[in-house]
Each structure stands twice: as C-alpha cells, then as structure tokens.
C-alpha cells in the first residue's frame, strides 16, 4: 500500500515559518508530480503548490507567491513545503498528492486536483 506521510505543521504566529515534509513509501517520487493541496473548515480543497518529478517545473496559488517555496529530494524520497510570513488565512489541513509524471503536469494536479495518491494531512494553525 502506497504511503504520503506529512509532517511538520503546528501552531505558529502571525508572520513566522514551517516547513511541510512529505515522504513516500513504496512509492518512488522520481516518477511522480508531487502537489500540496490544503483545505479549510467549509471551504473546498484547493491546489497551494505543485512540482514536476524533476522539480525544474513548479507551480503556485496566488494566495501564496512569494511566501512559500516547494522543493524536493528525490533521493530522500521526500518533498518539502517551506512557509514563511504565515497568516491566519493559511490555516488549514495540509495534504500532498502524487500522481505520475507522464501524465500529470504541475498546472492538472494544481488546478484540477488530480492525484492518484494522497496523505493523511497535518493540521498548520496561524494564530497569535
């Protein structure tokens, strides 16, 4: 059974930073666009960042350019998510997807949500 852990969120202040970890089990991210979708009490799920399998492609929300970065490590198996200048309008469940690369582009995984595999989902809370 294929595996997304996430890992890294928490409580933090108006303005300050995490970093999201996403790792892979029996699952290799080389073949894989990796995306970080998160989803807020009432509201839908709604694609924040998205990367191709060799991370030369990326794409962001507008709610988030400029403050978080997504990046990867093929030979960790795992995909990052750093957050900077949080605002209490970025609190929500986090999730990362897969889906395979071949078919999958940074802009249908972010936009149109496709995925072939999803994480269970850690909780980021931006609150003073």
């Known amino acids: 059974q294929v595996l997304l852990v996430e890992s890294g969120g928490g409580l933090v202040q108006p303005g300050g930073s995490l970093r999201l970890s996403c790792e892979a089990s029996?699952?290799?991210?080389?073949?894989?666009?990796i995306g970080w979708f998160r989803q807020a009490p009432g509201l839908e799920r709604e694609g924040v960042s998205c990367?191709?399998?060799?991370?030369?492609?990326?794409f962001y929300a507008d709610s988030v350019k400029g403050r978080f970065t997504v990046s990867r490590d093929n030979a960790k198996n795992t995909v990052y998510l750093q957050m900077t200048s949080l605002k209490p309008e970025d609190t929500a469940v986090y999730y990362c997807?897969?889906?395979?690369?071949?078919?999958?582009?940074?802009?249908?995984?972010?936009?149109?949500?496709?995925?072939?595999?999803w994480g269970q989902g850690t909780q980021v809370t931006v609150s003073s």
């Open positions: 029996r699952l290799t991210l080389d073949y894989y666009t």
């Open positions: 990367i191709s399998s060799s991370g030369g492609t990326t």
């Open positions: 997807a897969a889906g395979p690369s071949l078919r999958t582009t940074v802009q249908s995984m972010c936009v149109m949500k496709r995925a072939d595999f």
